[in-house]
């Protein structure tokens, strides 16, 4: 599949995952990262979910567990998907600025298969979106729309309450934080740590009282003046 890249293809996205995405950018304290499930659209590209997997996070980076990686795959194939539909890596930047960072560009070319949509967002609500071929030449097409799809029945209006529930709940049970070393000092100064690794504890989602909720416009993803997400756990 070949696009103009003056024509480029659409990006689009359900609207149950346009909101998970929301939210999972706007309630996580620390980078958070996942893979999505992707089909054909006429136009381009649909997202129609996001999946968030066990990973290790700091304010700077998020390592998805290899181990929960291997299990989730064989899941979604034991359940009929096709691991080539795994189409879409998204991360955030917390409150950082959007931007392809050297580490974002090394991940998406190590992204098996043919293509690759990338898109990393924040809790201002800003948001990058790219699309990367790998055959049958090299392609890059950057600064993409993310286009929201309205579906029918239940599905056109998710429950913000209950996906904010979910949401949470997800990033509570699924994310470690990484903690860096701690120094012991006495009157002369450091003198040892108390790990050396480091070590994790729970990632505690913010209750989305700070900054702007996201809402869908014309370049993707912006900062609305009213309607934040439901609050409260």
Not at 9 to 38: D, T
Not at 170 to 177: D, Q, R, S, V
Not at 181 to 195: K, N, Q, R, W
Request: aromatic content about 8%; glycine content about 10%.
């Amino acid at each position: 599949m070949e696009f103009d890249r003056h024509d480029p293809p659409g990006i689009f996205i359900e609207a149950r995952a346009f909101h998970r995405l929301k939210l999972l950018l706007k309630l996580c304290p620390a980078e958070i990262a996942g893979l999505g499930y992707v089909t054909p659209h006429p136009e381009g590209f649909l997202i129609q979910d996001l999946f968030v997997l066990p990973q290790r996070v700091t304010d700077s980076d998020a390592e998805l567990d290899s181990e929960a990686l291997c299990d989730f795959l064989g899941r979604f194939v034991g359940d009929g998907g096709d691991p080539s539909s795994l189409q879409l890596w998204w991360h955030s930047h917390v409150d950082g600025e959007v931007y392809w960072s050297e580490t974002d560009l090394e991940t998406i070319e190590r992204f098996p298969g043919n293509r690759v949509i990338s898109i990393v967002g924040n809790q201002r609500g800003e948001l990058l979106c790219r699309l990367d071929l790998f055959a049958p030449r090299r392609e890059r097409l950057e600064n993409l729309p993310l286009v929201l799809v309205h579906g029918t029945g239940e599905e056109a209006t998710p429950d913000l309450e209950t996906l904010r529930r979910e949401v949470w709940a997800e990033i509570k049970t699924k994310l470690k934080m990484r903690v860096p070393m701690e120094p012991l000092t006495d009157h002369e100064g450091v003198v040892g740590f108390i790990s050396y690794e480091g070590y994790e504890i729970e990632v505690e989602p913010s209750d989305g009282s700070s900054g702007e909720a996201l809402h869908h416009g014309a370049g993707g993803l912006t900062p609305p003046n009213h309607h934040d997400p439901p609050k409260g756990p």
